[in-house]
């Protein structure tokens, strides 16, 4: 038998950049060579790896005989992990060239389980995951002298490295992985031609805007600093190239200054680009040459020499030298950027300052300190919100411009320039702003996620959804916000995991209770301080939450699969205890940590009662969520009679709770698997409930007349008409109604109404809504549709009392259903308007959207008849895309026949026409008779249109629409 697979005392899940480089043809090196020889050539080449790897922060994980492998972003988080792998693979590739040897290199990024107590062991490995074995493979592909890139890698580092797409390789799964092959670094930002326009900061480019006009008027003080200052995301390098642009527009110089998070090997410094630029001709090679051309453009002899000794590497002094020595260096800049000024006013853009070095920000000290105010020349820095110099933030001169998050309507703007205004598009861009809380750049990346995924389809503004699946957290941003979080204490992290681990919003004391620290107030506080949470509220328990979604996911993200399932169970055990039984959404709340927990005797039961009280405030989709853990913690548990009888209950519950919430498919899924329950178990009750919902679906999702049939059958099996449960009678005058056989329905409800129907009978059992209301609102629609509409008012009027008096909300939105379809009948299109918007209303602020599609369509058609036409049309086609995209057959072809008669009404016949011979096929198709009947002649609709053209549509024209 295997050993068990050892503890991990200390692991996290963390996004690396993995790296493999080892010796081409090493054995020609070695075999012909005595051992220490050898020695000597394989390590000296060794060494040149390992020093490189850790210069760029990688960790050497083995060395492997004739190579290394190294990890980048563990076991502290880089947000450039990638970037600093391919910057050391530069060097060491250069390095070992120089020498006549070669090495190849593979690099791959991704997630891996990282185990903090294997690392300095050779024998050990402390990173698990695909990343590593896609990168030796990248590496046993590579050419000599070369570096082959994995194709998430590629992604990653575009901006800043040169590749070129290689050969597909297959490494065991299903489809080949695309490789990249490594041509070389970039000295600069890749800047993208196609980049949509900045949203938002208006306000700042304004204010710049007026500071750069000063440069070319007759101001006396035209110098101005200006510190642009944000999170990561929040746009600052958007907003820097937006500001180029405008000054280039104004015919200004402008130098873009970057500086780098760390510096390719034997690159220029970042000191050495930006005295290039301002002086705006190449540096000659030797200090001499140098110095002199210093002098000429306006530094003194003493500050040039001091300049070229900060440049030149080979000089005595290092490159950052001695303080002195750069207190002078930084005075001749100063004095370049002055000339440089004099001769063109100037726009200097410092972007990322918050990586500078002592050089930069020396510089940058001196250039706010020491520049003249009659300097025609515009400093602007961005800096995150940590990470600047203290030397610099404090300069009085240096006006800032805190960067925020995107507003509401710019967020919108900025979805609706990537996505496009397809109204398709609403439910995954709520999605996109929640989770990203106004920040620019993790909803641009989450959109390119989408967009590789093949969730969002089409071009940049032109997209519609494709199958959605849940955003999963982009790398680069679960990169940048790993490493936020290692800057963090143990004691933070872990307390930030915990709280992960409760949930988005957590409870202070189920959090206090579950990490059990006497100093959690504190660390509470430091975190909100740090903007890693928001307190939400204080009363009546304090409640905080994470600052976003994506924050929240990339801490989560990090933990173990084996902690997490710890942590959960034991937060569903603490949730049982008497201290949080008052705890607003408790019993959801157990329900989901237990399943994560895999404790699944709580989780059926605690998702079971949560549903219940779901559905009793017509909760529907919060009810769907807590049956379906149910139903899947059902299945965990020993297959005995009780259990599988629970699971027939719970699937039937599921069904029930689906259909209102719109989710037919999983509707008819649960009461397909709980009838084949229940005939199994042989019990005839639970398989007679099933086959009442099948009707109810049948009804709405699949065919009229089978619905109608099966309706038979039940009844039937039920002992007949006078024996049935009222419900079932109900059900059935319900599928009649539909069907155009309102004297039939009529027979029924009178049947279902009487005391005498009910002896013996369970209220509920078939029925969530109230069964009174419900005869009342279809006893009306039969006698509208008889044309007894004196008779239909009197229960029109018991309908709307039946649903007012109801706790169930789902219970108003019907009869409303109901009263707007008798409404329309009588043409009272305003009532039909009220009725509907009502029903709307109600549903979006319970989540029970299953009539939205025809309450869409019956607004819609009354607002045509109001004189509104194209905002009934909107209603109307959004209520067909929401019934198409839920297979509500039934509530789509009602929404064809109001869009068929709009058309009419607009005049636009030849779409009319159209849509009635769709239209026609689907009402034979699924047998809707009632639909049959109401659709007029394709001459009645040229008819009208006739009228339409010589504007004498009256009521009778009107009616002939309607009927």
Not at 535 to 540: A, D, S, V
């Amino acid at each position: 038998m295997g050993s068990a697979r050892p503890a991990l005392t200390r692991a996290d899940r963390r996004m690396v950049t993995a790296f493999f480089c080892d010796i081409v043809e090493s054995s020609k090196l070695v075999i012909p060579q005595d051992p220490e020889d050898a020695y000597d050539q394989l390590s000296g080449i060794i060494d040149i790896m390992r020093r490189h790897v850790l210069a760029f922060g990688g960790t050497v994980c083995q060395t492997l005989g004739d190579g290394i492998y190294a990890v980048f972003g563990a076991p502290v988080s880089q947000e450039n992990h990638a970037i600093r792998a391919c910057y050391a693979a530069d060097a060491i590739l250069r390095e070992v060239a120089r020498g006549g040897r070669a090495v190849r290199i593979g690099i791959c990024s991704g997630e891996v389980l990282w185990d903090h107590m294997a690392v300095g062991r050779q024998s050990a490995n402390p990173a698990t995951g695909p990343a590593i074995h896609i990168a030796a493979k990248m590496q046993q592909s590579a050419p000599p002298n070369g570096a082959r890139l994995a194709d998430c890698t590629a992604r990653l580092i575009s901006d800043w490295v040169e590749t070129r797409p290689s050969m597909l390789l297959a490494l065991g799964g299903d489809e080949p992985t695309q490789s990249h092959e490594f041509l070389g670094l970039r000295t600069r930002r890749r800047q993208y031609d196609d980049c949509l326009p900045l949203v938002g900061r208006e306000s700042i480019r304004k204010q710049l805007g007026l500071a750069m006009a000063a440069l070319d008027g007759d101001h006396s003080t035209p110098f101005s600093a200006h510190l642009v200052q944000g999170a990561a995301g929040l746009g600052k390098t958007r907003l820097i190239r937006a500001l180029s642009d405008m000054a280039r527009s104004r015919g200004l110089r402008v130098i873009e200054w970057q500086v780098p998070a760390v510096e390719p090997v034997g690159a220029p410094s970042p000191l050495h680009q930006l005295v290039v630029e301002l002086l705006d001709c190449p540096l000659p090679r030797t200090g001499g040459g140098i110095a002199a051309m210093l002098r000429a453009a306006g530094a003194s002899p003493e500050e040039a020499d001091a300049l070229v000794g900060v440049l030149l590497p080979s000089n005595d002094e290092s490159r950052g030298g001695a303080s002195a020595i750069l207190a002078l260096a930084v005075s001749a800049v100063v004095a370049l950027a002055r000339s440089a000024a004099t001769r063109h006013p100037l726009v200097l853009l410092v972007e990322d300052a918050h990586w500078a070095d002592t050089a930069v920000q020396a510089t940058l000290s001196a250039l706010l300190q020491q520049t003249p105010a009659d300097t025609r020349m515009v400093l602007v820095l961005s800096s995150r919100e940590e990470g600047l110099a203290a030397s610099i933030a404090s300069q009085t001169v240096l006006r800032k411009y805190p960067l925020s998050p995107l507003a509401a309507s710019e967020v919108n703007s900025l979805l609706d320039m990537w996505m496009g205004q397809s109204p398709a598009l609403e439910a995954i861009k709520a999605d996109l702003s929640r989770r990203a809380r106004g920040n620019p750049f993790f909803m641009v990346e989450c959109i390119r996620v989408l967009m590789m995924n093949g969730a969002l389809l089409g071009d940049v503004g032109a997209m519609l959804p494709g199958p959605v699946p849940k955003i999963p957290l982009p790398d680069t941003v679960q990169s940048l916000l790993a490493a936020r979080l290692d800057m963090l204490d143990e004691e933070a992290r872990q307390l930030l995991r915990a709280a992960s681990v409760v949930g988005p919003t957590f409870d202070i004391a189920v959090l206090a209770a579950h990490f059990r620290s006497a100093t959690i107030g504190d660390r509470l506080q430091d975190l909100i301080r740090l903007g890693f949470i928001d307190e939400t509220r204080l009363l009546p328990r304090q409640e905080c939450s994470f600052h976003h979604a994506l924050l929240h996911e990339a801490v989560y993200t990090g933990i173990t699969r084996r902690d997490r399932q710890h942590q959960h169970a034991a937060l569903a055990l603490l949730l049982g205890d008497k201290e949080f039984v008052q705890l607003p959404g408790r019993l959801a709340a157990q329900a989901r940590h237990a399943s994560s927990g895999c404790l699944w005797d709580t989780a059926v039961q605690a998702g079971r009662a949560a549903a219940q009280d779901a559905l009793s405030r017509s909760l529907a989709v919060e009810a769907v969520s807590l049956l379906s853990i149910a139903v899947e913690a059902n299945e965990k548990l020993e297959d005995t009679h009780e259990v599988m009888l629970d699971g027939i209950d719970l699937r039937l519950a599921l069904a029930r709770a689906a259909m209102p919430a719109g989710d037919g498919g999983r509707a008819l899924l649960a009461l397909d698997r709980a009838v084949v329950l229940a005939r199994a178990a042989g019990d005839e009750s639970r398989a007679l409930a099933g086959m009442v919902q099948q009707i109810n679906y049948e009804r709405v999702y699949g065919r009229l007349d089978q619905a109608v049939a099966l309706t038979e059958t039940v009844i039937a099996y039920s002992g007949g008409m006078t024996r049935a449960h009222p419900e079932l009678l109900i059900i059935a005058a319900a599928c009649l109604l539909d069907d155009g056989s309102a004297e039939q329905a009529l027979t029924l409800l009178d049947l279902a109404e009487r005391t005498e129907a009910w002896i013996n009978h369970e209220r509920g059992l078939y029925l969530t809504l109230d069964a009174g209301m419900v005869i009342a609102g279809k006893r009306a629609c039969c006698l509208s549709q008889l044309g007894r509409d004196a008779e239909a008012e009197i229960f029109v009027q018991k309908a709307l009392q039946g649903a007012q008096a109801s706790s169930y909300p789902f219970n108003r939105i019907y009869a409303r259903l109901d009263l707007a379809d008798v409404r329309m009948r009588q043409r009272r299109f305003g009532d039909v308007l009220a009725f509907s918007s009502e029903a709307l209303n109600i549903s979006r602020a319970t989540g029970s959207t299953l009539l939205d599609a025809i309450n869409l369509a019956r607004r819609g058609l009354a607002l045509a008849y109001l004189g509104r036409v194209s905002g009934g049309l909107a209603d109307i086609e959004r209520g067909l895309r929401l019934a198409q995209s839920r297979g509500a057959a039934l509530h789509g072809a009602w929404a064809r026949h109001a869009r068929m008669l709009v058309l009419a009404l607009a005049g636009r016949m030849e779409e009319a026409l159209k849509e009635r011979q769709e239209l026609a096929r689907t009402v034979q198709e699924r047998g809707y008779g009632l639909l049959r009947r109401s659709m007029p002649e394709e001459s009645d609709l040229k008819a009208m249109a006739h009228h339409l053209s010589t504007n004498s549509l009256g009521v009778a024209g009107r009616s002939a629409l309607l009927h």
